[in-house]
């Protein structure tokens, strides 16, 4: 279910560092207390995010969300899929809809959960 | 699973579209046991049921139900109910969870009749079977011919057979039942019913899409649409009001309030923009703040994003270009008729 390859946050998001890009999302277990997702707001290309600062917005049928970025860095990509399918969110949020990518200014900052310490902390928050 | 008003409840079960489709095309389920139930009993129970609330429980036949206010002195809602005539000498109100402690010391604090008050909600459990086959779903657990309840009406029987209220009331635009059962038999009754309306394709349903069901058709939240705040004039429920029924609690300021007219109104709005008017969201006409959202969602059924809002009363009509303010951005809205759905008949 939760990838060994992503590091995960504790506000839900996770990252796949590749080289010097990370791609950012959100987690299954997200989108599941979310429920129905009907839009996605995510940042321009070349806009700086910084690591726990909010990097756009997650709204579903009953209430809207902030993403926080896991790792700082400057907006290389946008998955254009989101603004006509957010939907898809839901249905995968490990693969096609990730949410952006970032070229990484200070890599170290990857350093996160695993995907063992991940389910452990989601298991325990229930 | 949310805390509300200290009850442990699920949002949603399989999804709140899904769940709401259920309701619209077919049956859904809800476990509302936490909906609270206040009994009056006595020689003048009905004077005090009608010296509480604002709708005229003279009107109530045995076995009928009405939608009601129950007000404080100065006009605003102590909260909304349902009050429902058992007999001559017992009248059955069902409250709002989170009131039902303030509802029953407020309705003894105004008993001066020959009266008793029993807040009983621990006595029941509240189970709402909703849509186009809540029928043909409940119909298979009770010998009651059910399509003899009218709408607003109830009556007590059974459900697999077990003593039961069974009302054709319901908060989601959708004809329906609310069944009133005893707290120990409620788990094996809504394995029943998902059993018996399985062929219908029921879903048990959460909070979420009971929220999107009754903003669809317009009915009050307390907290969101109606609060203390808030008259029953201002929340466009001047139809649960009869003034001309004599003496009740919040009558003078009603009264008052009908020479001199509101000032603010609750009026349906629909998206324009991109984005969600939520709960608690400005209101701007014309570049200036002018209301606040009581309830904004997504409305699968009519798929547009709608909500209500309190607006100056001069501005609270249909047609009026509006913008609300989501996350510092004003997004346009537009005010429209309400309800936003109604079923056919």
């Excluded at chain 1, 996770?14 to 996605?40: K, N």
């Excluded at chain 2, 309701?23 to 005090?48: K, N, P, Q």
């Excluded at chain 2, 059955?92 to 029953?104: E, I, P, R, T």
């Excluded at chain 2, 394995?191 to 979420?208: S, Y």
């Amino acid at each position: 279910m939760y990838p060994e390859n992503f590091r995960y946050t504790k506000e839900h998001e996770w990252v796949l560092v590749e080289g010097d890009t990370g791609t950012i999302g959100i987690t299954d277990h997200a989108q599941e207390e979310l429920g129905d997702i009907v839009y996605v707001d995510l940042p321009k290309i070349g806009a700086h995010v910084e690591q726990g600062k909010s990097l756009g917005s997650v709204e579903s049928v009953k209430a809207v969300s902030d993403i926080y970025s896991p790792v700082s860095g400057e907006v290389t990509e946008v998955n254009q899929l989101l603004a006509d399918a957010p939907e898809k969110l839901n249905q995968d949020p490990h693969g096609a809809a990730w949410l952006v990518k970032i070229r990484l200014s200070a890599p170290a900052e990857a350093n996160l959960m695993t995907a063992a310490d991940y389910q452990s902390y989601i298991g325990a928050e229930k | 699973m949310v805390d509300f008003g200290g009850w442990d409840m699920p949002v949603q079960y399989s999804g709140i579209i899904e769940e709401h489709n259920a309701v619209r095309r077919a049956v859904g389920v809800f476990d509302v046991s936490h909906m609270g139930e206040i009994e009056i009993r006595g020689r003048e129970a009905a004077a005090l049921a009608d010296f509480v609330t604002t709708n005229n429980v003279a009107k109530l036949k045995m076995g009928q139900a009405h939608y009601s206010g129950l007000l404080y002195e100065h006009g605003g809602f102590v909260d909304d109910i349902l009050v429902h005539k058992v007999a001559e000498d017992h009248f059955f109100l069902c409250v709002n969870a989170s009131n039902q402690d303030k509802d029953f010391e407020h309705i003894r604090a105004h008993n001066r009749f020959d009266a008793e008050v029993e807040n009983a909600g621990a006595r029941y459990a509240q189970l709402a079977i909703q849509g186009p086959r809540a029928q043909a779903t409940l119909q298979k657990l009770t010998p009651v011919d059910l399509g003899a309840i009218r709408y607003y009406w109830f009556t007590d029987g059974e459900v697999a057979g077990i003593p039961a209220r069974i009302a054709h009331t319901g908060y989601t635009g959708e004809a329906g039942f609310e069944i009133y059962v005893p707290p120990g038999e409620a788990e094996r009754i809504w394995r029943l019913v998902l059993e018996a309306g399985a062929e219908f394709g029921i879903k048990p349903c959460g909070l979420g899409a009971r929220n999107t069901l009754r903003l669809e058709a317009k009915m009050a939240l307390y907290g969101h649409e109606i609060d203390a705040s808030i008259s029953p004039f201002e929340a466009d429920l001047g139809w649960i009001v009869k003034l001309d029924k004599g003496e009740f609690v919040g009558r003078d300021a009603l009264v008052r309030q009908k020479e001199s007219g509101v000032t603010r109104k609750l009026v349906g709005f629909e998206m324009r923009g991109r984005g969600i008017g939520r709960d608690g969201y400005e209101v701007y006409l014309g570049g200036a703040p002018a209301g606040w959202v009581t309830s904004g969602s997504p409305s699968p059924t009519l798929g547009k994003n709608i909500g209500l809002c309190y607006l100056p009363i001069e501005h609270a009509l249909a047609g009026k270009a509006i913008q609300i303010m989501i996350r510092n951005q004003p997004v346009d809205a537009v005010t429209v008729e309400t309800p936003f759905y109604k079923r056919a008949k």
